[in-house]
């Protein structure tokens, strides 16, 4: 735009523009797109992971936070999108576990693809296999043991064990948390039994 005159370029165009672009100059491209959004967080984050030649873990922790936001929003699978990248950007072994599991739990109770959360779980311990999966992966995996294999007791297993190594009173505003009970609930619905809600109610009671 100069002049009062308004240049358009057609969206042809533009995709042959793109095309024609080298790496580099898509990544100078969207560094300069990043630097013109300031009022725009989550679309500055964007083009600042697209701008990236290389790990980088302000980047990655500024997607995540991308990703957390879309799904807060519904946006299931951009969620799960921004959240693998920002997994893809972190050199931390455990954040990028993290950011996989999260993606996983979001994938299965959003989008209700399983196989895309097997493969996402499958991941996350690949990336951290000696660490204790984080809550998220405790409940997709518990969510695949309900609706893949219809394993309940499998599943409440799980949920119980990961409840009673977290220490002391249990935070009710951390949405890790409130998902493993989400999922607990649920097992304990599948079960049909008694003595599972027992164990739910008393879990509750650490709120």
């Known amino acids: 735009h100069s002049g009062g005159r308004r240049d358009l370029v057609l969206p042809l165009t533009r995709a042959a523009i793109v095309a024609l672009a080298t790496l ?10 990043a630097a013109m959004s ?12 697209d701008a990236a030649d290389g790990p ?6 500024r997607m995540a936070e ?14 799960v999108a921004a959240l693998v990248r920002a997994a893809a ?5 455990v954040e990028r576990s993290r950011w996989l599991a999260e993606a996983a739990f979001i994938g299965v109770n959003m989008n209700s693809d399983l196989a895309q959360t097997a493969e996402l779980l499958a991941e996350a311990r690949r990336a951290a296999p000696d660490i204790v999966s984080p809550l998220p992966a405790v409940a997709a995996t518990a969510f695949l043991y309900l609706n893949g294999d219809g394993d309940v007791d499998a599943a409440l297993r799980l949920l119980f ?25 649920l097992a304990c619905l599948f079960a049909g039994r008694v ?13």
Not at 38 to 49: F, I, K, S, V, Y
Not at 56 to 61: F, G, I, K, P
Not at 89 to 93: F, G, I
């Open 195 to 207: 003595q599972p809600w027992h164990d739910f109610r008393a879990a509750l009671d650490r709120l």
């Open 89 to 93: 950007l972190s050199q931390v072994t």
């Open 56 to 61: 980088d873990d302000a980047v990655a922790a």
């Open 161 to 185: 064990e990961a409840i009673d190594r977290l220490p002391g009173e249990l935070d009710a505003t951390d949405q890790d948390v409130v998902g493993l009970l989400s999922q607990l609930y």
């Open 66 to 79: 991308v990703g957390r936001g879309m799904a807060r929003r519904g946006d299931g699978y951009g969620a």
């Open 24 to 33: 580099r100059e898509r990544r100078e491209a969207h560094g300069l797109i």
């Open 38 to 49: 300031a009022d725009d967080p989550e679309r500055e984050a964007r083009h600042l992971a």
